[in-house]
């Protein structure tokens, strides 16, 4: 038997056990086994259906967990859903079973949230941008060198003055902040046909995409740029098509959404990160006896754990698969990282304004800015 025709019947068994898990209304374990590679056995994808069966039976709470991203992508952008749902299961001794809903099914960003909110799903990952509609002081994150490498929003995000500060606004607006997810921070990254940009002198002249956030318009504006908001999905034909030069997520974002044919040079300039959380809706979790509810919790917690040793090598293969495509990276020595911050660092006084209105006072934003700066308990590894 050929290779080729050994892979078209691999491929065959793996289609048909999903479309056969699928259509029996076992959708969650069809992923589970096709995440595992277990669909081209019958075996065993009637096994992990079964499993699944048994463990979604014996539960005594379900929790939907809706991402925007599939079940693969964390080899390169580490969400990490998949240790989620198991951890959650594991650490509540099976008294919640988790159905997953990834890759967009039930919406992504802001719906997302606005989902669990409402209750209609149970927990859900999204930005912490998308956050900032129901408590403003998150969207302090998108203060350029604030907490932009991967060691200072963990600092903040882990901190006891984030929790005292930020926690309890989450909470005010029906929410549970379950874990904060480290990606990477966003980057500068340069279409086809275009030069590295290494200082703010190179930004002169570019047309640099920015979502609607008004701090990341203004501190690209700071920097030389020329601020083009463009909505998410039209993004990868404004790059193509220049009316974009630029845009900022982070490299294992470039891609999971399919970036690496369209660019050239990406830069880490280390100036925001691209960061996301697990919330749970905050009445649902409150009903839940107690020791479900300290389960749920420290499987957040180890969760968070994988997910900070995941960054590095989820980093190495996104940047692995972009340079196939003739994509080149660029690193900043600290002269070089500083003019940058000289150029548009949340240290400026431009920025007081957003810091007072997003945290309530100075006195507030200090006490955040020392949690940034301070090494908290865990350690992750920086670009």
């Known amino acids: 038997m050929t290779f080729e025709k050994k892979d078209n019947e691999i491929k065959s068994a793996e289609r048909r056990n999903f479309l056969k898990l699928s259509a029996s209304g076992g959708f969650t374990a069809a ?8 669909l081209w056995s019958d075996e065993l ?28 992508a964390s080899r390169s952008y580490p969400i990490m859903q998949l240790d989620l749902k198991e951890n959650i299961q594991n650490l509540t001794n099976g008294k919640v079973y988790v159905r997953l809903a990834p890759g967009g099914q039930l919406g992504a960003g ?53 929790k005292n500060e930020v926690n309890p606004k989450i909470a005010a607006s029906g929410f549970k902040a379950l874990f904060y997810i480290n990606i990477d921070p966003r980057v500068v990254a340069v279409r ?40 998410w999905g039209e993004t990868p034909s404004a790059i193509r098509q220049g009316v974009a030069d630029a845009l900022d997520p982070s490299v294992g974002a470039l891609h999971v959404f399919g970036f690496g044919e369209i660019l050239s040079n990406v830069t880490f300039t280390q100036a925001v990160p691209d960061s996301q959380v ?33 960054v590095p090598a989820a980093r190495a293969y996104a940047m692995s698969e972009l340079s196939k495509n003739g994509v080149k990276f660029h690193s900043l020595n600290q ?18 304004q957003f810091k007072t209105d997003l945290a309530g006072s100075m006195d507030v934003f200090n006490k955040l800015d020392e949690a940034a700066g301070t090494m908290g308990r865990y350690y992750v590894h920086d670009a």
């Open 192 to 231: 086809k046909g275009g030069n590295a940009i290494l200082t703010p002198d190179d930004m002169a002249g570019i047309k640099f995409r920015v979502p609607g956030s008004a701090m990341l318009q203004q501190y690209y504006r700071m920097v030389g740029a020329n601020p083009t908001p463009v909505a």
């Open 278 to 310: 697990y919330s749970i809706n905050l009445e649902w979790f409150e009903s839940l006896p107690k020791d479900v509810q300290e389960g749920i919790e420290f499987a957040g917690e180890i969760t968070s754990a994988q997910n900070l040793s995941k």
């Open 31 to 38: 992923m589970v086994a096709g995440a595992a590679g277990m």
């Open 110 to 162: 802001g719906a997302l949230a606005q989902a669990v909110q409402t209750g209609t799903i149970q927990c859900a990952q999204h930005s912490l941008a998308n956050f900032a509609p129901y408590a403003s002081v998150v969207d302090l994150i998108n203060l350029p060198y604030f907490c932009g490498s991967n060691q200072r929003f963990t600092n903040l995000t882990s901190s006891q003055a984030w």
């Open 335 to 352: 002269d070089q990282l500083g003019a940058w911050k000289d150029a548009g660092g949340y240290q400026r006084s431009e920025w007081d």
């Open 45 to 72: 994808a009637a096994q992990t259906a079964q499993e699944e069966r048994d463990r979604q039976k014996s539960a005594d709470h379900i929790m939907t967990l809706a991402t925007a991203y599939v079940l693969g």
